[in-house]
């Protein structure tokens, strides 16, 4: 089993700064990559951001230049620095990592960005 855990979740002015945090535990022994998808309330899920095991970085268009991707690998630890926050990118954040063909999933942490 693979448990994850996110944080840092919380209300911010637009144009504000905040950083999600994941904490990955459990059978984690080949870790592919490590990501980050949101869901917005009535909106289906979307992929934010990318990290693979060497540290290579995607991500999708409406966040590029704002969002930052990182990892610590020592700890199992996947970070999501987001900058020049929008009211448009309140959702509930999720991590995700990708180990083996599998995906495993956080329960997720809410951003709230207010104009």
């Known amino acids: 089993q693979v448990q994850l855990v996110e944080s840092g979740g919380g209300l911010v002015q637009a144009g504000g700064s905040l950083r999600l945090s994941c904490a990955a535990s459990?059978?984690?022994?080949?870790?592919?990559?490590l990501a980050w998808y949101r869901q917005a309330a009535g909106n289906q899920r979307e992929w934010v951001a990318v990290?693979?095991?060497?540290?290579?970085?995607n991500y999708a268009e409406f966040v590029k230049g704002r969002f930052t991707i990182s990892r610590d690998n020592a700890e199992n630890v996947v970070y999501l620095q987001m900058d020049s926050l929008k009211p448009e990118d309140t959702a509930v954040y999720y991590c995700?990592?990708?180990?083996?063909?599998?995906?495993?999933w956080g329960k997720g942490t809410l951003v709230t960005v207010s104009s």
């Open positions: 990290i693979s095991r060497s540290g290579s970085a």
């Open positions: 995700v990592l990708i180990q083996q063909g599998k995906n495993y």
């Open positions: 459990g059978s984690i022994f080949a870790i592919n990559a």
